[in-house]
């Protein structure tokens, strides 16, 4: 069972980082932004900080890409890089992405 100061994300990624999000730099983070959200806008919502982990068991996982300049405006942030909700209007980066793909 997660306790409170898990994220919820699928299980076997909880057994990885189980430990990370319980040691005090974790706590630290949360603190910080609580303070943010309470002063700012904060991108993505809280509920999709951890959207990486709910989609995929960190046993089928083969590549990790990370972004450097995550998506910002309201409605486009969700918690995953290079990605943007159905319905959203896609970024001139993401569709630059799409293009290169498509060559």
Known sequence: ?????SPQIEPSWLAVLGDAFAAPYMQNLRTFLVEEKRRHEVMPPSKDIFAAFWHTPFDQVRVVI???????????????CFSVRSGVAIP????????????
């Open 92 to 103: 001139r980066s993401l569709a630059n992405i799409f293009k290169e793909i498509e060559t």
């Open 1 to 5: 069972m997660q306790d409170r100061k």
């Open 66 to 80: 990370l972004g450097q300049d995550p998506y910002h405006d309201t409605g486009q942030a969700h918690g995953l």
